[in-house]
């Protein structure tokens, strides 16, 4: 075995930042607020997240996106909908969220079903981003092969020209929102005794219960 290798295997972190009690809010999203409120404070982009996705061949695919928004019901990012994301989304709208904030050797996981939220929210939100970004949306057919890169930046270039100032938003681009089924908080212990208390939907309510590290 190859000796990096060998020195991960040995690499072994005791996690001691903090614990989780029994004494939790009776529902996620207040919990969830809190932690990433404490994630924003130590950590670098705490809002990355890992999205992932089973598409119509039950093949699974895992990408970063930003949380952009969040409600009593769910979390929020955009994307292109004809990306391999949205054509996932299409066809399976079941999806897992990661969160990892390792400052505070914390992960928050979720599993929920994924929809589109309506055209005026993703206009809303269209209208904020920088105008690059604006035409980026625009001149990527996301996850499709590109011939070069000059053609995607001779696109942008024509995309100038065609929005002299205000650039519409595409019809193949906005938001999703999660609406969570079940969310679990992790936090690290020593010895590997982790605590993960873990909400699930039963019946509109939350329910509430730890399972093992």
């Not at 404070?41 to 093949?59: H, I, P, Y």
């Not at 604006?134 to 001779?154: D, F, I, M, N, Y």
């Not at 609406?179 to 992790?186: D, R």
Request: hydrophobic share 35%.
């Amino acid at each position: 075995m190859d000796d990096f290798l060998k020195e991960l295997r040995n690499n072994h972190h005791n996690f001691d930042k903090g614990k989780l009690t029994d004494y939790v809010p009776e529902e996620p999203f207040t919990f969830f607020k809190k932690w990433y409120k404490e994630a924003f404070e130590f950590q670098k982009e705490a809002n990355a997240m890992s999205l992932s996705t089973v598409g119509a061949d039950g093949k699974p695919s895992s990408r970063i996106v930003y949380l952009k928004e969040l409600s009593d019901q769910g979390f929020i990012f955009f994307t292109n909908y004809q990306s391999h994301k949205g054509t996932d989304i299409e066809a399976n709208p079941y999806v897992s969220l990661l969160f990892f904030w390792p400052e505070l050797e914390r992960q928050v996981r979720v599993e929920g079903r994924a929809e589109k939220i309506p055209a005026a929210e993703s206009d809303d939100y269209f209208k904020s981003r920088p105008r690059s970004s604006q035409l980026g949306a625009w001149a990527s057919q996301q996850s499709r092969k590109l011939v070069s890169r000059a053609k995607l930046e001779e696109k942008i270039h024509q995309l100038n020209i065609q929005f002299p100032t205000t650039v519409p938003r595409p019809e193949n681009w906005g938001g999703y929102i999660v609406f969570a089924e079940k969310i679990e908080f992790w936090q690290g212990r020593p010895s590997r005794l982790h605590d993960r208390i873990v909400y699930e939907l039963e019946n509109n309510q939350w329910a509430i219960y730890r399972i093992n590290p």
